[in-house]
């Protein structure tokens, strides 16, 4: 388990861009050291609003999007090009925007794909098809992915592990179907924590006003199945990357104060 390491940055925007120059860096040095590079995508504000930054970097043509696999921490499981589906809107922010190799964009199913309505199924699914991309050098039945991302939702939530959920307590199965998710849709698939913790640098994402109680909870010891943030770290570091406003509530002996 590696320490959380925590970046404030003035506001939103800035944060948007600063870890989007800071993804470039990262899938440059992975490509240039092992020939390429793999990086868990997240939904929500703060994910979107970074690949937004990311597409509008002039930096981003340094990266060989072709040697870049591209998988997700969660999907909400509705059809195919639905506007609230996550892969739908990383397309929109960024993804059909740079030149991707298809196969190497490892989107979840939706929910009228072949395992239609069995959310079950479409999780084992996708949790095979991550333990065929696991190498032997790998820990286990997910690739170590150089970069996994997590949005921090106001009930501190990351990926679809609600606090409480089963989804949540799950210490097996590296992919699991989500019923009852309090924010819609109400059925997910999500990662886990065993597979969000296979990652070398887990990075939560954390702006505005409304995720500062969850980020003082989450950063204050809590345990993980009320507080699922406090539950994602990853092996060799666990960034946690804020505005002002999210760090508004935290400690001020955890982080250093803000950049002008
Ligand atoms: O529904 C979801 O929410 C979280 C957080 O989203 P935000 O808009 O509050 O930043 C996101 O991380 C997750 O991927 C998504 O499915």
New binding site residues.
């Given amino acids: 388990m590696s320490t959380p390491q925590l970046v404030v940055h003035r506001d939103k925007e800035l944060m948007a861009q600063a870890a989007a120059a800071r993804l470039i860096t990262k899938i440059v040095d992975a490509q240039a050291s092992r020939g390429t590079a793999s990086v868990v995508l ?6 979107n609003g970074l690949l937004a930054a990311l597409a509008a970097a002039p930096a981003r043509d340094a990266v060989d999007w072709g040697r870049l696999d591209l998988w997700w ?4 499981y509705l059809p195919e090009g639905d506007p609230e589906r ?1 892969v739908t809107q990383a397309r929109e922010a960024l993804l059909d925007s740079v030149p991707l190799d298809p196969e190497r964009v490892h989107a979840m199913p939706a929910s009228d794909g072949p395992y239609g309505a069995d959310v079950e199924a479409a999780a084992e699914a996708y949790a095979a098809e991550l333990a065929k991309a696991a190498g032997p050098e790998n820990h286990g039945s997910v690739p170590t992915f150089d970069v996994l991302m ?5 009930d501190t ?4 592990l609600f606090p409480e959920l089963p989804a949540v307590r799950e210490t097996e199965r590296t992919v699991v179907g989500v019923h009852g998710a309090p ?1 819609p849709p109400p059925t ?1 698939i999500s990662l886990t924590l065993p597979a969000i913790r296979a990652a070398r640098e887990v990075w939560l ?1 954390a702006a505005g006003e ?2 500062a109680e969850a980020a003082a909870i989450a950063l204050s010891g809590a345990g993980e199945i009320q507080a699922p943030a406090a539950g994602a770290y990853g092996r060799a570091r666990t960034l946690w990357l804020l505005d002002a406003a999210a760090a508004s509530q935290l400690p001020r002996s955890l982080y250093p104060p803000a950049s002008p």
Avoid: F, I, Q, W
């Fill in positions: 997240t939904g929500g504000r703060n994910g921490g969660d999907e909400r996550n997590l949005g921090v939702g106001p939530h990351v990926a679809s924010k997910r994402l409304d995720k």
